[in-house]
């Protein structure tokens, strides 16, 4: 039994590093601002490679922006409110569910993309009802104008 306490200590030494757990307030900050901005460059790709019928190229830019999504609900803990200039809104942590359900409505929203694109009749209409929609109903709540 002691053994096993032992490891799993150790263990835990050897994995908490990677987990968001450890980051710093700046790591954090930086790296959802990054995630963000990424998503932004994949979205405007996907719209410009779905002009062009390409439609099995934009697909893995929609599973990626669909995973990132998941990966920022770890991204604003309770200690990241303010610095390293965060346009985050205090109103997230108000309603830390209502936020969270958006991001993951956003998420499950690129995987229906991804699904309904090979047969839908508006690529447009898809785009904005199932990608850029979801970004304005969430920065005009929780993201600081500018
Ligand atoms: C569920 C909420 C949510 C969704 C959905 C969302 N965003 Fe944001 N976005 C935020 C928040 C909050 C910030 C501010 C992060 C910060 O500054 O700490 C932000 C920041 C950004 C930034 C600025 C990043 C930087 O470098 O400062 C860009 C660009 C951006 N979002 C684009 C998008 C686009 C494009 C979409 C849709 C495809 C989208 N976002 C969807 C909440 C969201």
């Known amino acids: 039994m002691k053994k096993i306490k032992i490891f799993l200590?150790?263990?835990?030494f050897i994995i908490t590093p990677f987990s968001i757990?450890?980051?710093?307030?700046?790591?954090?900050?930086?790296?959802?601002?990054?995630?963000?901005?990424?998503?932004?460059?994949?979205?405007?790709?996907?719209s410009i490679l779905?002009?062009?019928?390409?439609?099995d190229e934009a697909k893995p830019l929609m599973e990626k922006i669909?995973?990132?999504y998941i990966k920022l609900?770890?991204?604003?803990?309770?200690?990241?409110?303010?610095?390293?200039?965060?346009?985050a809104l205090p109103s997230i942590?108000?309603?830390k569910k209502e936020f969270n359900d958006l991001m993951k409505k956003a998420s499950?929203?690129?995987?229906?993309?991804a699904e309904a694109i090979d047969t839908a009749e508006d690529l447009r209409a898809i785009q904005?009802?199932?990608?850029?929609s979801n970004c304005s109903a969430c920065h005009s709540k929780f993201r600081a104008p500018h």
Request: avoid cysteine; glycine fraction near 6%.
């Open 9 to 12: 200590v150790a263990i835990s």
């Open 21 to 46: 757990g450890a980051q710093s307030v700046e790591d954090i900050i930086k790296g959802r601002k990054a995630m963000f901005s990424e998503n932004y460059q994949n979205a405007k790709r996907i």
């Open 50 to 55: 779905l002009k062009s019928g390409r439609i």
């Open 66 to 68: 669909s995973k990132n």
């Open 73 to 87: 609900l770890d991204y604003f803990p309770e200690n990241t409110k303010e610095g390293f200039k965060t346009e």
């Open 93 to 95: 942590w108000e309603n």
């Open 108 to 113: 499950d929203d690129m995987i229906k993309l």
């Open 128 to 132: 904005k009802k199932l990608m850029w």
